[in-house]
Structures are given as C-alpha cells and as structure tokens.
C-alpha cells in the first residue's frame, strides 16, 4: 500500500514540476529589461523622421454573395432548447 502510494505522489510531483517547466512558470531569475541611456532630443536619428502609415489597398473583393450564401446554410438551433409544458 505504502508502494503504490509513494509511485502515485512521485508521478504526480513530476507531472507538476514538468509542466511548471513546459510553460515557463518555473524560473531560476527573475526577469529584468534594459534600461535606455538618456539621450539629447535632437541625436537621435530617428528624431526628425514621421510615423510610417498603413497603406489601405485600393480595391477590396466584394463578398456580399458568400455571406448570402452563409447566412442561408445556418440551421435552426431551436431542436437544443428545452420546452416545458
């Protein structure tokens, strides 16, 4: 009995502790970021660029026929609900 128990709690230990690893909740350090050296506001060579802007594409495909067609195949989801009488 002692045995079987012992296997039992040595399994599940192992199951815990490899999954802590697997999803990295298990860490032997903590985590630090980088901090940036202060730098003059005109240095930079980045300073006196603008934001580069998203370019929209001129022409979208026109998918109203298959959303007509979607919208036809949805079945009726009234065979789910329970009727009381």
Not at 16 to 31: D, N, Y
């Amino acid at each position: 009995m002692f045995r079987r128990l012992s296997f039992a709690m040595l399994f599940i230990t192992v199951g815990f502790l490899s999954g802590l690893v697997l999803t990295g909740h298990l860490r032997s350090a903590e985590e630090t970021a980088a901090a940036q050296a202060p730098s003059a506001a005109g240095t930079s060579p980045m300073a006196g660029r603008q934001p580069a802007t998203a370019s929209v594409p001129a022409a979208l495909p026109d998918l109203t026929g298959v959303a007509q067609l979607a919208a036809s195949t949805v079945t009726d989801t009234s065979s789910t609900q329970i009727v009381r009488a």
